[in-house]
């Protein structure tokens, strides 16, 4: 019996596999509009072409913008989750992990996934089909956060009743910095990543 060729191994593909991965390309496709188009000139048309589908096949997957732009929600959250756990798992017992983990954060803040998302959360303001998907991955960071903290960072005696609020200080600062991008002074980045580096909770 010979070998199966991939033409043979395409065909082997189920109907529920083929239809994943479609809808897999059209939320990746979706993603890289976000982020190189922005929300506001992102568009169905050039979410299908740069997937390499047709509009047909965009629309018997995604009917309606809004369904597909509410799927790319959690598909980008679980990209960014996976990066996240990722990168978290790098963190050792060594005295610097504060300083690596402002370092992650930070690299994390300023990647193209990113870019996607504050897109997302910028248009879940005002459109507000996004709202629902978008504050419910939040959510889902957030908790994921916490647990990290708490097996990473475990409370000090006498620390602060605001102790378990310092991740999300320290994501929301980075994120903030992020945003402001090119027009943030650099000089003053560096103080503040220090400054998160070495402050006494």
Same mark, same amino acid.
């Given at each position: 019996?010979?070998?199966?060729?991939? +033409?043979?191994?395409?065909?082997?593909?189920?109907?529920?596999? @083929? =239809?994943?991965?479609?809808?897999?390309?059209?939320?990746?496709?979706?993603?890289?509009? $976000?982020?190189?188009?922005?929300?506001?000139?992102?568009?169905?048309?050039?979410?299908?072409?740069?997937?390499?589908?047709?509009?047909?096949?965009?629309?018997?997957?995604?009917? @309606?913008?809004?369904?597909? &732009?509410?799927?790319? %929600?959690?598909? $980008?959250?679980?990209?960014?989750?996976?990066?996240?756990?990722?990168?978290? +798992?790098?963190? =050792?017992?060594?005295?610097?992990?504060?300083?690596?983990?402002?370092?992650? &954060?930070?690299? %994390?803040?300023?990647?193209?996934? =990113?870019?996607?998302?504050?897109? &997302?959360?910028?248009?879940?303001?005002?459109?507000?089909?996004?709202?629902?998907?978008? +504050?419910?991955?939040?959510?889902?960071? +957030?908790?994921?956060?916490?647990?990290?903290?708490?097996?990473?960072?475990?409370?000090?005696?006498?620390?602060?009743?605001?102790?378990?609020?310092?991740?999300?200080?320290?994501?929301?600062?980075?994120?903030?910095?992020?945003?402001?991008?090119?027009? $943030?002074?650099?000089?003053? =980045?560096? @103080?503040?990543?220090?400054? $998160?580096?070495?402050?006494?909770?």
């Amino acid at each position: 019996m010979g070998a199966s060729s991939p +033409s043979n191994f395409k065909q082997r593909l189920t109907q529920d596999e @083929k =239809t994943a991965e479609t809808r897999r390309r059209l939320l990746d496709a979706a993603i890289a509009c $976000l982020i190189d188009r922005g929300y506001a000139n992102t568009t169905t048309s050039e979410i299908a072409e740069r997937a390499g589908l047709s509009r047909g096949a965009q629309l018997y997957h995604f009917p @309606k913008k809004e369904e597909l &732009l509410t799927n790319a %929600v959690e598909h $980008l959250f679980q990209l960014k989750f996976g990066e996240i756990k990722e990168k978290v +798992s790098r963190l =050792t017992s060594e005295n610097d992990r504060r300083a690596m983990a402002i370092d992650m &954060l930070w690299e %994390v803040a300023n990647n193209r996934l =990113t870019t996607a998302w504050i897109e &997302l959360v910028v248009a879940s303001r005002t459109d507000s089909y996004l709202q629902k998907s978008v +504050s419910a991955a939040n959510d889902r960071v +957030s908790e994921f956060i916490n647990q990290s903290f708490q097996e990473l960072f475990p409370r000090p005696d006498g620390a602060s009743v605001f102790y378990d609020l310092i991740p999300h200080i320290v994501c929301l600062t980075l994120e903030g910095m992020a945003l402001e991008g090119m027009t $943030l002074n650099s000089e003053l =980045t560096t @103080k503040i990543l220090a400054a $998160l580096k070495t402050f006494k909770p």
